[in-house]
């Protein structure tokens, strides 16, 4: 933690490492499928990780349990996605930490811009903590996955 008591990246949150990173492909790829997230192919995060505005991953013994990323271009509109925590993990304030990292951030690098997520089950209640309200009905979120 800083000394404002925010847990930002850098800091050790009770025997764990949060680093201002973009995770690693090995684990990029198993973090999403442990936390249940929709499995994406290796040419795929080959090609997106590299474009990542910016990411922390939180690590245990050296071992990644936990990531979040935020994409964009950088000052009209960025979005927060790969939220990711290994089960075994979850519930230790991980989920907060890495929000607090990717939120200080964008505040610092990109005020003004618009910042979207996506939210799955329950997240929609951590996401509200940091300012996040749902769009509808003024407008509504549409997706669509090209290909598989």
């Known amino acids: 933690m800083d000394r404002g008591g925010r847990r930002g990246a850098g800091a050790v949150i009770e025997g764990y ?19 249940g997230l929709t499995p994406k192919s290796e040419p795929a995060a080959a090609r997106g990780l590299p474009n990542t505005w910016f990411a922390v991953v939180v690590r245990k013994d050296g071992e990644a349990v936990g990531m979040g990323r935020v994409i964009g271009d950088g000052g009209l509109f960025l979005q927060i996605v790969d939220m990711a925590i290994e089960p075994a993990h979850q519930g230790q304030g991980l989920g907060k930490a890495i929000m607090q990292a990717l939120m200080d951030e964008i505040r610092a690098r990109a005020p003004g811009a618009y910042v979207s997520l996506i939210a799955d089950g329950e997240a929609n209640r951590l996401y509200a903590q940091y300012g996040f309200e749902p769009t509808a009905p003024r407008s509504i979120g549409m997706a669509q996955v090209i290909g598989g």
């Not at 490492?17 to 936390?35: I, N, S």
């Open 17 to 35: 490492v949060l680093t201002a990173e973009t995770p690693a492909q090995d684990d990029y790829l198993r973090l999403r499928v442990v936390a």
